[in-house]
């Protein structure tokens, strides 16, 4: 089936720099990517949509210039937390659609982003 | 907006239980629906998608059915087992390709 590789699973970094996250799509073209943000105990809530080869589409509240979403390829997404404060302490996790709109999505495996 | 609800918020039980998770969502207009499984720290697990034209699916123990008039999904988790303790997120999708929205989940613990 359609597998979807985050990297890295977890990462700890400080106050004020920035972080890269990857999701790869293996087996199949993803021409959409959903990123979603997950506190604790909460549910996911989507931050943005990134179709390959145009600006992400990010939601109300969510900040474009801090959550910067690069959708080159069809087969890789990044979510690039830039300058990052604890609060922005979380768990990220993307989401590919083929396109086929019948399917459910595939999910990567989280990244747990710890800002100290 | 569309809205998921899932009730209860958590669930503890004895093993070799059968279970009844519940979600609702606000608009019935939905393309389908989907259940996930996640564990702690972890990402999510496809379970169950049912298209908005069936009314159930199953896999194995899991059994989603589908009321799409009324706005209600149902997950039924057959002799329940301790590793069946997770949290199930339901999800909907509305059109297309449309993100999924998703409930806060029931977590479920499963005690040997």
């Known amino acids: 089936g359609a597998v979807v590789s985050q990297h890295p699973s977890w990462v700890i970094c400080k106050s004020g720099t920035s972080v890269k996250i990857e999701c790869r799509s293996l087996?199949?073209?993803?021409?959409?990517m959903f990123w979603y943000r997950q506190f604790p105990k909460q549910s996911l809530m989507l931050m943005a949509t990134?179709?390959?080869?145009?600006?992400?589409?990010?939601e109300q509240g969510v900040e474009k210039d801090k959550f910067l979403i690069n959708h080159a390829s069809l087969t890789l997404s990044t979510l690039t937390v830039t300058s990052a404060h604890p609060e922005d302490s979380s768990f990220y996790i993307c989401?590919?659609?083929?396109?086929?709109?019948?399917?459910?999505?595939?999910f990567g495996s989280g990244t747990r982003l710890t800002v100290v | 907006k569309q809205e998921v609800t899932q009730i209860p918020a958590a669930l503890s039980v004895p093993e070799g239980e059968n279970l009844v998770l519940n979600c609702s969502f606000t608009?019935?207009?939905?393309?389908?629906l989907q259940w996930f499984r996640q564990d702690p720290g972890k990402g999510l697990t496809s379970l169950l998608l049912?298209?908005?034209?069936?009314r159930e699916q199953t896999s194995g123990r899991l059994n989603a059915s589908l009321d799409k008039s009324s706005g209600r999904s149902t997950l039924y988790i057959a002799a329940s087992q301790p590793g069946d303790s997770a949290t199930y997120l339901c999800?909907?999708?509305?059109?297309?390709?449309?993100?999924?929205?998703f409930g806060k989940g029931t977590r479920l613990s499963v005690i040997a």
């Open positions: 999800a909907v999708k509305d059109s297309g390709n449309t993100p999924l929205v």
């Open positions: 989401s590919a659609a083929t396109g086929a709109g019948g399917y459910g999505y595939t």
């Open positions: 608009d019935s207009a939905i393309y389908n």
């Open positions: 990134s179709n390959e080869g145009s600006k992400a589409t990010y």
């Open positions: 049912i298209q908005s034209s069936q």
């Open positions: 087996d199949f073209q993803a021409t959409t």
